[in-house]
């Protein structure tokens, strides 16, 4: 599910922070300017005084969110992200939070507070469990969006233990809206890591172009050959102050010593036009 944008990290570390839990956040912080496959890049933060407004709109945030009483805001930044300006929020006990400045919606959460030290032994079902929970309990209007479950998979990050990972979108028709929620549990270190849009869908999502002819245009942009395997999702994404419709292609090809070429393209999926191309390196 971007080009990638890093925060300021020396601004969220805590002494409560153990390493394996600092990589986690290292790595939570790049997905979430990298968390759909669209381009508007992260830009650097910019402190926020810490005046009585400011405060209040974010403890408000934050205290819908949690259901419980807020912790004292250490730092705040303000930033924009490829889905708009968020206050970026670091709690003095280590909790930090992402929030949309014109909706108040939470839309990153990196948090320990919530979550059973339980999940340390359960396996990508249970987890899955925990991680619906948690986006029906926190994510606005979740029962009532066509919700569909996109991906679940475990990442092993070696010695810095397992994150299992859920993702949750809002279809319309076959097409990836915009409004989405993504969840990341590292049981190691019994920390949840959320990050959500919801985004009003301006567009019809209706292709002009099939799928059968974005994969054609994908395979004549890396110059396929009969037996390329091609994959596609049909997404809604940002264009401006507006939205279009794509289709992601994912296309490779393998020669006779096993060597792989090829990569993902986005095409058009109204006027066909082969957009970014992103090459198997």
Known sequence: MPGTGIYKVKEIVTSKLSFRTLIAVIIFLLLVCAAAAMALACQDPEPVLLNGP?????????GNFTGAPVDAARSITRMKTWVGDVYQVSTESGEIYNINTQSGMVETALTEKGLDPAVRGMNLSGMQEVALDYAEKHYPGFAAKKMTLAESKIIDHGSMGKEYVFYWNAMSGEAY???YVAISIYPDDAMLAYHASDREL??????NITRAEAGQAAERAFGMGPGAETTSRLMVEPDGNGQRLVWLVETIEHDERGFAHGGSVMVDAITGAVGTQNPVL
Do not use: G, Y
């Open 54 to 62: 400011v405060i209040s709109f974010v403890e408000k945030s934050i």
């Open 177 to 179: 809206t915009l409004s």
């Open 202 to 207: 301006l567009i019809n999502t209706t292709p």
